[in-house]
């Protein structure tokens, strides 16, 4: 089966302008969550969706993130405007709600420069 | 809230030396455990992963057992390959289709 997919794999733009994040999750994952890891930090939770619903925000940093889920397929991270702290690698993650654990499927990322 | 440890890299071994990568946590109730690991160039990938106390995780010639008394999972290998130089990051979950909390990550190094 086809893995999840990110893209763009790389993304540099310069303070204030908006970048978009695309994630197409594995067919059939109901689930799908945004992670980021900034200056080699841990990686943090952003959000996760069922479906097309956000079941969980609480990591988005602020509001200039916004997340969608179009029909509950792919996903799309909004950045606008960015800033030089938003700078890190964005990962996404599929899993199905089977009840085991450990499930997820990780995409390869997006690394965003804000220069 | 919940939390993960990792000892800080990076970590440069020659090949064939022993590995060891600690992880600590704090959660509360039963978290389940994982060993990621990203290849350069690649996505996270499960390498390993513990769902109860005691337990031992294993793959590759990894190795990682739950202490819940120690609130550990330290990764482990006897004879590490220059091919396994990657990136590993330690995590814990408290549910399925719950979200991972991460550590910050080991970068390991091998050297022929």
């Known amino acids: 089966e086809a893995g999840v997919t990110q893209f763009p794999s790389h993304s540099v733009i310069e303070k204030g302008q908006t970048v978009t994040l695309r994630c197409d999750p594995i067919?059939?994952?109901?689930?799908l969550y945004w992670y980021r890891r900034v200056m080699g930090k841990e990686i943090k939770f952003l959000l996760h969706?069922?479906?097309?619903?956000?079941?969980?925000e609480s990591g988005m940093p602020n509001n200039r993130f916004l997340a969608e889920r179009t029909g509950g397929t792919y996903s799309t991270l909004k950045v606008q405007p960015a800033e030089l702290e938003d700078s890190g690698v964005y990962f996404c993650?599929?899993?199905?709600?089977?009840?085991?654990?450990?499930?997820?499927?990780f995409g390869s990322g997006t690394r965003l420069t804000v220069v | 809230g919940d939390s993960v440890t990792q000892m800080e890299g990076p970590v440069t071994l020659s090949e064939e030396a022993f590995l060891t990568i600690n992880c600590t946590y704090t959660?509360?109730?039963?978290?389940?455990l994982f060993w990621y690991v990203q290849y350069p160039g690649e996505g996270l990938q499960l390498l390993l992963k513990?769902?109860?106390?005691?337990d031992k995780g294993s793959n590759k010639g990894f190795e990682a057992t739950y202490r819940k008394e120690t609130t550990s999972f330290h990764l482990e290998k006897g004879s590490v390959q220059v091919s396994d130089s990657a990136v590993y990051f330690c995590?814990?979950?408290?549910?399925?289709?719950?979200?991972?909390?991460f550590g910050s990550g080991t970068q390991l190094t091998v050297l022929p």
């Open positions: 513990a769902t109860k106390a005691d």
């Open positions: 993650a599929s899993s199905q709600d089977t009840g085991r654990v450990g499930g997820y499927t």
């Open positions: 067919s059939g994952h109901d689930n």
């Open positions: 959660a509360t109730g039963y978290p389940s």
């Open positions: 969706f069922v479906k097309e619903s956000k079941q969980d």
């Open positions: 995590a814990l979950t408290r549910g399925s289709a719950r979200q991972l909390t």
